[in-house]
């Protein structure tokens, strides 16, 4: 079945670093990616929609220059977190569109 | 309030029981997801409906969109089923809202 990677499975970084994550389709296109965050014992809330080729379309309260979705081609699409700080640490999960939706194994990041 | 709700939120269950996790939500929608999270946190999409009744292995999905209720329904449940059980619903405008998810315990 179609399976989407993410890269890395876990970052640790330090204040004021930016941080990369990659969210890739392994065996299907993708124009539509989604960004998701999970904070402890919450569900997921989405943080973006990614369209191959043009601007990321943005959640309310979420601060597109804080975080920078790039859908470069179909099988990729990448979250930047520039300078991060502690309370950006979460998980963070990518998904696809296929067929149906394909998610991603997540992200943990944690800023010192 | 939110958009989808589901019940009940933590659930423990004998091993071999028929277990139900409900899923209410609120908008109109193109389709439902039912996810499932293990501990670490990778997801996977388990269903995706529309309409009407899906079974795979010994997991089934319900969908009543008059009534705006899902079901998923484990049969002859295991230990390896425990996990978060996410509903989430895609809106008629293309927005995605999530459940808060039902905590599965299922003890051997």
């Known amino acids: 079945g179609a399976v989407v990677s993410q890269h890395p499975s876990r970052v640790i970084c330090k204040s004021g670093t930016s941080v990369k994550i990659e969210c890739r389709s392994l065996d299907f296109q993708a124009t539509t990616m989604f960004w998701y965050r999970q904070f402890p014992k919450k569900s997921l809330m989405l943080m973006a929609t990614s369209n191959e080729g043009s601007k990321a379309t943005y959640e309310q309260g979420v601060e597109k220059d804080k975080f920078l979705i790039n859908h470069a081609s179909l099988t990729l699409s990448t979250l930047t977190v520039t300078s991060a700080h502690p309370e950006d640490s979460s998980f963070y999960i990518c998904?696809?569109?296929?067929?149906?939706?394909?998610f991603g194994p997540g992200t943990r990041l944690t800023v010192l | 309030k939110n958009e989808v709700e589901q019940s009940p939120q933590n659930l423990t269950a004998q091993e071999g029981e028929f277990i139900t996790i409900n899923c209410s939500y609120s908008v109109g929608i193109s389709a439902l997801h039912w996810l499932q999270q293990h501990p670490g946190g990778g997801i996977v999409s388990l269903f995706m409906?529309?309409?009407g009744k899906k079974k795979h292995g010994r997991l089934i999905a319900t969908i009543n969109i008059q009534e705006k209720h899902s079901s998923l329904h484990i049969t002859a449940s295991h230990p390896r089923d425990s996990a978060v059980y996410i509903c989430a619903v895609r809106s008629n405008g293309n927005q995605f809202y999530f459940g808060t998810g039902t905590s599965l315990t299922v003890i051997p």
């Open positions: 998904s696809a569109e296929g067929h149906t939706q394909y």
């Open positions: 409906l529309s309409s």
